[in-house]
C-alpha cells in the first residue's frame, strides 16, 4: 500500500513544538489546540473514518479508559477527517464521551505528516502533546491496527 504524505516527510517529531489548530467539535464549537497550554497535557487519536470497526473499537475503548486520563490532567480527542455532523450522530450512537474534531479540510492531518493521500484520511496514529506545547510522544501505526491505552497512558508523564 502506497502512503504519500503532504507537508513534511515525517511530519512532527517529538520534541517539536505541536502545529496549532482550530477545527470543530462534534458540536460545532471551536477547539483550538494551544487553547490548553499550561493546563492540559492533549491526546490526539488520529483515525481513518466514523462508523468503521476499528475506530469504533479503540474510540469505544478510550472512552472506557477515559477516568484513566482525566488521572493524569490530560484531554483525549479523536480527530478524523469527518464532518462534524457524522461526528455527532457517531458519538450519540456509540455514547462516546470524549470529544471527536473534524478535520474535515484535511489541514490537520497533513500538519502533522499524516495525510494518506490514496484514502483521503489520516493515517492511525497517535500524538501527545506536553503542557509546554511540545510532542511527547508519537506513534503511527498500520491502518487496521487499533492503539494501546496503556501504551498512551504510559507516555503521559
Not at 25 to 53: E, H, I, M, R
Not at 54 to 68: F, M, W
Request: charged share 25%; with cysteine; glycine share 8%.
Amino acid at each position: 500500500m502506497s502512503e504519500s504524505c503532504c507537508g513534511s516527510a515525517h511530519g512532527v517529531e517529538v520534541g517539536s513544538v505541536a502545529p496549532d489548530f482550530t477545527v470543530k467539535d462534534q458540536d460545532g464549537n471551536p477547539v483550538t489546540l494551544s487553547s490548553f497550554a499550561g493546563k492540559k497535557t492533549v491526546v490526539l487519536a488520529f483515525y481513518p473514518f466514523d462508523w468503521s470497526p476499528v475506530c469504533t473499537g479503540e474510540n469505544c475503548a478510550i472512552s472506557e479508559d477515559l477516568p484513566k486520563f482525566d488521572d493524569k490532567d490530560t484531554v483525549v480527542f479523536g480527530i478524523s477527517c469527518d464532518s462534524h455532523f457524522s461526528h455527532k450522530a457517531w458519538k450519540e450512537k456509540l455514547g462516546l464521551k470524549q470529544s471527536l474534531l473534524s478535520d474535515q479540510k484535511r489541514e490537520v492531518a497533513k500538519k502533522y505528516g499524516l495525510f494518506l493521500e490514496d484514502f483521503n484520511c489520516s493515517k492511525r496514529a497517535t500524538i501527545i502533546v506536553g503542557k509546554d506545547g511540545k510532542v511527547i510522544f508519537k506513534k503511527v501505526q498500520e491502518i487496521k491496527v487499533p492503539r494501546s491505552n496503556q501504551e498512551i497512558l504510559s507516555a503521559i508523564k
